[in-house]
């Protein structure tokens, strides 16, 4: 798998049939046009997520190592599926979103694209905005809570 290092938030609108274009820097962080295959699924919350394909079957090996027997297991591995569509990558690299997964997200016509490691979070702009209002204002103690016993990768 190759190794993605997306990173970036991209204020996007949707077209009248609900095609997305991609910005330029996404497209170049994947390392061009004919890399642009996508799957597309939920969120954990109410977002979607866009991951390369290749990711994708990284991420469903994952899932796939659930136990269908456990009722929990088997509960997060339909969650995981639903609504997963594969994209096709029009030739001006727009992608049709699924209707099913906008409602979900409650996608209308802006979105934003928040890229970091390997995938792509989509969501609607406003209820982008309302998760980044409810940021906490102690980010730093939340940091060295989680961060603090973590020695620094030097080695870059």
Not at 74 to 85: L, S, V
Request: proline letters at 3%.
């Amino acid at each position: 798998m190759k190794q993605y290092k997306f990173t970036g938030e991209y204020e996007c609108k949707l077209d009248a049939k609900g095609r997305l274009k991609l910005p330029a820097a996404i497209v170049k962080q994947i390392g061009g046009v004919e890399n642009l295959k996508f799957t597309i699924n939920r969120g954990f919350e109410k977002h979607l997520m866009l991951y390369p394909n290749d990711v994708w079957e990284v991420k469903t090996n994952e899932i796939n190592q659930l136990n269908i027997y456990s009722t929990q297991q088997r509960q997060a591995i339909r969650y995981f599926y639903r609504g997963a569509t594969e994209l096709d990558v029009d030739a001006s690299e727009r992608v049709n979103l699924p209707s099913s997964l906008m409602e979900y997200a409650g996608i209308d016509k802006d979105v934003v694209l928040f890229a970091y490691q390997n995938q792509i979070e989509i969501w609607a702009k406003d209820k982008y905005d309302d998760m980044l209002g409810e940021e906490p204002s102690e980010f730093g103690l939340i940091a060295e809570q989680i961060f603090g016993g973590i020695k620094p990768n030097t080695d870059l």
